[in-house]
């Protein structure tokens, strides 16, 4: 059974930093694209993050370029978000995603309908 379970999220500061962790199983992690999207009360999921397969594309929204990161190591099967600099806007619940198998182009991970299968989530509240 495909499976996907977010950690590090929690309580931080504005301005401060959090890594998030996405750990897979039931799935071949290595031939899937990732992504990260984020949740606030009220509002739409989006896009946040996404990395190809392999690592060798990567794409970010606007409002988290140059504050966070995405990598992967598929020898562990997971993905991780650094998340550096945080404001309070970055309050939401953050699910990371699998989908796009063996997509190699960075800015298809954006479409949310490609994704296959979700993690539960993982609170990250952030406070000014």
């Known amino acids: 059974q495909e499976q996907l379970v977010e950690s590090g999220g929690g309580l931080v500061q504005a301005g401060g930093s959090l890594r998030l962790s996405c750990a897979a199983s039931?799935?071949?992690?290595?031939?899937?694209?990732m992504g990260w999207f984020r949740q606030a009360p009220g509002k739409e999921r989006q896009f946040v993050t996404g990395?190809?397969?392999?690592?060798?594309?990567?794409s970010y929204a606007d409002s988290v370029k140059g504050r966070f990161t995405i990598y992967r190591d598929n020898a562990k099967n997971t993905v991780y978000l650094e998340m550096n600099s945080l404001k309070p806007e970055d309050t939401a619940v953050y699910y990371c995603?699998?989908?796009?198998?063996?997509?190699?182009?960075?800015?298809?991970?954006?479409?949310?309908?490609?994704?296959?299968?979700w993690g539960q989530g993982t609170q990250v509240t952030v406070s000014s």
């Open positions: 039931g799935l071949t992690f290595s031939t899937y694209g």
């Open positions: 995603a699998a989908g796009f198998r063996w997509a190699s182009a960075g800015t298809r991970l954006r479409n949310i309908a490609g994704y296959e299968y």
């Open positions: 990395i190809t397969w392999s690592g060798s594309s990567t």
